[in-house]
C-alpha cells in the first residue's frame, strides 16, 4: 500500500501563505489525490481533490479561491497552495490517495487507510 508524507506546516499571520508538500513511497498515477484537515475537537474534512483523468479539481467552499493542489508525478509530489490564510484554517493537514474525485464528493482509495501524522497549520490572528 501507498504510503503518503506531509510536511510544510507552521505558524503564520492571516492573510499569509503557506505551501504543504506530499510525498508518495510510490507512483501515485493510478490515484486521484486528495487533502483533507482536522481542526481542534473537528472531524477530518475534505479540502482539496486532483483528479487523475482530467487534472480538474474540486474544492471545499471555505477555500476556493484561496486554495490550489497541484502534483509532480516524477517526483511523487503533491502540493498544497495556502494563500490568503485565515484563523480557520488551523488545522492538521493531511494527504491520501482517493479512489475517485468528483464534484459530488470523494473516496479514500482504501478503507483501512492509514492517516500519516500530516502537518499542523496554526494560523493567527
Known amino acids: 500500500e501507498v504510503q503518503f508524507v506531509e510536511s510544510g506546516g507552521g505558524l503564520v499571520q492571516a492573510g499569509g501563505s503557506l505551501r504543504l508538500t506530499c510525498v508518495a513511497s510510490?507512483?501515485?498515477?493510478?490515484?486521484?489525490l486528495g487533502w483533507f484537515r482536522q481542526a481542534p475537537g473537528n472531524q477530518r474534512e475534505e479540502v482539496l481533490c486532483l483528479s487523475s483523468d482530467d487534472g480538474a479539481t474540486y474544492s471545499a467552499d471555505s477555500v476556493k479561491g484561496r486554495f490550489a493542489i497541484s502534483s509532480d508525478s516524477a517526483k511523487n509530489t503533491m502540493y498544497l497552495q495556502m494563500s490568503s490564510l485565515e484563523p480557520e484554517d488551523t488545522a492538521v493537514y493531511y494527504c491520501a490517495p482517493l479512489e475517485y474525485c468528483s464534484p459530488s464528493g470523494w473516496v479514500v482509495a482504501y478503507d483501512d487507510w492509514g492517516w500519516g501524522q500530516g502537518t499542523p497549520v496554526t494560523v493567527s490572528s
Open positions: 510510490e507512483p501515485f498515477d493510478d490515484y486521484d
